[in-house]
């Protein structure tokens, strides 16, 4: 990125591990046109951005775009080359991701970018909400770039994303502990983790069989992470958080929610706001695990 953002930046995000992944509002309504970057808004509710959304941004459906329409997956490479080259991407364009929910699609869009090694992306610290709160412009204009010439690396899985052998490769041979050296971090709420509810409150039963949680998780919520406004918080307070939980950086971490968005949130945080150098999100999440035939699950909090 270019030096007005280290220098309008610096003192924000101070402290963080990598502070360059993340902008400040003021720094993105300052560089609306820079023409270096591309503005991406990824929400939940896909209608968000038909609404008005921030002026140059292109929108990024999390379901049509990123996900395979058949098989449980992302997008193959060449699909993924496309859809970047068709919203004005290059392999050299610095990628500015912001969403709803205190950026959890966009965390999620940002995630599944750099499976493809698309390292030049930062999130916009406190997403729309925080954009909207301060009464910045917002516009319905859908903006049309010149066609982006993009070339994509086979995908690269192993790094940052976790499958469901891997976490079961977590459990010691009783199935009911982690093995050394590992951490497992259930970002969903507590009555979810509980198994209380197999679903998060006010969202529909997506089909999970089993309530409860994957022996070993310890549960943190990822909203824990950030503040009212959506911002993050300060990489002194996100260790207060987790380093108690023994979710520590000399550790494999992995995180996992329902389907994979809330925790690519904490992904984020653990590998860019805290610097851990092994982290990955169990994107099948509880989903695939709490409807896995012979898989451990415990119920009620963690031991």
């Known amino acids: 990125m270019s030096s007005p953002m280290a220098e309008q930046d610096a003192g924000k995000f101070a402290g963080c591990a990598q502070p360059e992944a993340l902008v400040s509002t003021e720094w993105l309504a300052e560089h609306l046109n820079d023409p270096n970057i591309r503005i991406i808004e990824s929400d939940e509710d896909v209608l968000l951005y038909d609404q008005g959304h921030v002026p140059g941004a292109v929108k990024l459906d999390w379901v049509a775009d990123l996900n395979d329409p058949v098989e449980r997956d992302y997008v193959d490479r060449a699909r ?171 550790r494999d971490v992995v995180a996992y929610c329902r389907i994979g968005e809330r925790s690519s949130h904490t992904w984020f945080v653990l590998k860019y706001l805290l610097g851990y150098p092994k982290v990955r999100n169990y994107d099948g999440s509880w989903a695939e695990w709490g409807n896995l035939v012979d898989a451990p699950i415990e119920k009620g909090p963690a031991a």
């Open 80 to 250: 993924f080359e496309q859809l970047a080259a068709e919203r004005g991407i290059s392999n050299d364009t610095t990628l500015i991701f912001y969403g709803d929910k205190n950026n959890w699609w966009a965390t999620y869009a940002f995630w599944v970018f750099q499976l493809y090694g698309h390292t030049k992306a930062r999130i916009v610290d406190g997403g729309r909400l925080k954009w909207i709160a301060e009464g910045r412009e917002l516009s319905k204009e859908v903006p049309q770039y010149p066609r982006g010439s993009y070339k994509a690396p086979e995908r690269n899985d192993k790094e940052i994303r976790a499958f469901r052998d891997q976490v079961f490769g977590l459990l010691n041979s009783d199935r009911r502990s982690l093995v050394n050296g590992v951490a497992l971090v259930d970002v969903r709420s507590t009555p979810e983790f509980t198994g209380e509810t197999s679903h998060m409150a006010n969202y529909p039963q997506e089909g999970a069989q089993r309530g409860g949680h994957i022996p070993g998780a310890r549960n943190i919520p990822w909203a824990t992470a950030v503040r009212e406004d959506g911002t993050f918080k300060s990489a002194d307070e996100l260790k207060q958080i987790y380093e108690p939980q023994g979710v520590v950086g000399d």
